[in-house]
């Protein structure tokens, strides 16, 4: 069965702590990694991962991908309050369009 | 633009009652999914169309969860009978369908509360 395991599932921190998120995953035919951010409502897209080693960067967020390993980090640095969210890690399955969702990890950022 | 448009946004029903939750894809979408949140289980896929044809339908928890989408415009998730341990926020996503295309948009959910 596939799986995808996030940790911690909750973390709070204060702001400007700089955070990481792990995600490590058991699939059977990998295709890619994304990340998404669900605040009060729907996840919204992050990042998306399919190589090894290329960290992708959006403002204080990035991520890396080892897919030797069977992992992914997502780090925030200098936290707002803003980034108070629930961050959802999703792998890709090869030729099957569909996504497979870890837990999520719970972050709040206190003031 | 519209994004992903899903009614109703709360239900409240009864054990045993039958539930309807609705989704209008994104106009030019053709791969339609339903995910179910809860606290213990995170986002589950639940079913997932590719031009209004159902492709896996294993995440659907039992008999009583049936899924229809009779027009690239239009799906609906059913429960019959709902019980409470159906309570949770039902997410509707859709996609373009071609292989090269990831990311998935989500409607604002349904959370559904069966008492």
């Known amino acids: 069965e596939d799986k995808v395991v996030q940790s911690p599932l909750s973390l709070v921190v204060h702001e400007g702590d700089t955070v990481t998120l792990n995600c490590s995953y058991e699939v059977t035919n990998f295709r890619s990694l994304l990340w998404y951010k669900q605040e009060k409502k729907a996840p919204t897209f992050l990042f998306m991962l399919t190589s090894s080693g290329i960290e992708k960067k959006s403002g204080r967020l990035s991520s890396i991908l080892d897919k030797k390993e069977l992992f992914s980090i997502l780090n925030i640095t200098a936290t707002q309050t803003g980034d108070s969210a629930i961050y959802l890690c999703a792998v890709l399955i090869q030729g099957a369009q569909k996504l497979v969702f870890g837990q999520g990890t719970r972050l709040t950022i206190n003031p | 633009d519209a994004g992903v448009i899903q009614s109703p946004r709360h239900e409240v029903t009864e054990m045993g009652q039958e539930v309807t939750l609705r989704c209008k894809p994104i106009?030019?979408?053709?791969?339609l999914f339903w995910y179910r949140q809860t606290m213990m289980r995170g986002l589950e896929l639940l079913i997932y169309f590719n031009n209004n044809v159902p492709i896996d339908d294993s995440g659907m928890p039992e008999d009583r969860f049936s899924a229809k989408m009779p027009n690239a415009s239009f799906s609906t998730l059913k429960i019959q009978p709902s019980e409470p341990r159906d309570s949770a926020v039902y997410f509707c996503?859709?996609?373009?369908?071609?292989?090269?295309?990831?990311?998935?948009?989500f409607g604002p959910g349904t959370r559904l509360t069966v008492t």
């Open positions: 996503a859709s996609k373009v369908s071609a292989q090269s295309s990831y990311e998935q948009y």
């Open positions: 106009s030019g979408h053709n791969s």
